[in-house]
């Protein structure tokens, strides 16, 4: 009967651990408890596993929680880099994308100017350079004036004095010092319409050869000279650079500034005149006069364009 007692009890065991039981089965098991020892330390072996058990699980559980944060903490880690990364491309591109639009809208105003500007019928250019060697330590200047007016060109240059004409074959030098005049007939057209004013060929550059990357190369200040506020293109560094001063109303360009580190410093400044061109500017026909009496007037006649001068 006992025995019989002691399977039943064994048979409770789980639903005794969680309590599951009836009150009255609870009670039964209870009471056989406090008299059958084999009972009793199966009960207890069962509690210490069971809670041995748990304890197990726990721990997994615990394992498997750790190594799921520490999954997330990577993808949260990998998250904030690749965000940054993402965030620096971001700032980098637009910072050249602003750069390369603001330079870009500087040379093609300049640009647009200088196609308006050849199209002129009458303007006067002075062209100033001053150059400075400073592996000698030379230094000149050189003024070179263009008065333009339908067609017709005269450039004063030193001491020198040449007369064009747009399409046309026809050259006249004025040699003032060897008091010499002497018209040529060259092999091929010297000036097309507007020609003159190809002394602004960065600015052509600029616009018709260097695009996309190579105009990144290129940097813009804002800064003032004789007065008037200018835009700045620069290429190069602080050493050694060439600076592009463009009128920031005007458009038209004002200066050069071209520095090699410790070789030489060259410095050309442009004054640009519309309609102040008189007829009597261009025309040749005052190298007839009495002024001119006493030049030697030779004509060449051909002019091999080797020996092309002045
Ligand atoms: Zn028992």
């Known amino acids: 009967m006992k025995n019989n007692d002691c399977d039943i009890v064994k048979d409770l065991s789980i639903q005794y651990i969680e309590d599951m039981l009836s009150s009255n089965s609870r009670e039964f098991v ?3 408890l406090l008299n059958c020892k084999d009972c009793k330390k199966y009960y207890n072996d069962m509690n210490s596993n069971i809670f041995n058990e748990n304890i197990k699980n726990d721990k997994k559980d615990e394992i498997e ?3 799921l944060k520490k999954i997330r903490n990577h993808m949260n880690f990998l998250k904030i880099i690749i965000t940054s990364i993402l965030i620096v491309i971001i700032v980098i591109m637009t910072t050249f994308s602003i750069k390369y639009y603001n330079i870009s809208n500087v040379i093609n105003e300049a640009y647009n100017k200088l196609e308006y500007m050849k199209n002129l019928d009458n303007y006067k250019l002075i062209q100033e350079t001053t150059y400075k060697n400073f592996l000698d330590n030379s230094m000149y200047t050189v003024k070179t004036t263009y008065y333009y007016k339908d067609g017709k ?12 004409e747009d399409d046309s074959y026809n050259k006249i030098c004025v040699y003032n010092d060897l008091k010499q005049i002497e018209y040529y007939t060259q092999d091929f057209i010297e000036e097309k319409k507007g020609d003159t004013l190809n002394v602004f060929s960065n600015i052509r550059n600029y616009k018709t050869l260097e695009k996309g990357i190579s105009r990144l190369g290129l940097s813009l ?3 003032r000279f004789n007065g008037i506020d200018c835009y700045v293109i620069r290429r190069g560094n602080n050493n050694s650079y060439r600076d592009i001063w463009i009128d920031k109303k005007q458009k038209v360009t004002l200066r050069m500034v071209e520095e090699e580190y410790m070789h030489h410093y060259c410095e050309t400044v442009y004054t640009f005149f519309e ?14 006069t009495e002024k001119y009496k006493n030049y030697e ?12 001068d002045l």
């Open 297 to 308: 007037k030779k004509n060449i006649g051909i002019h091999d364009t080797k020996y092309k």
């Open 153 to 164: 060109y005269k450039i004063e240059l030193g001491d020198g004095i040449r007369y064009l």
């Open 221 to 223: 200040r804002e800064e």
């Open 30 to 32: 209870d009471n056989h």
């Open 65 to 67: 929680i750790n190594h």
């Open 275 to 288: 309609n102040m061109v008189k007829d009597e500017d261009v025309d040749s026909s005052i190298l007839n």
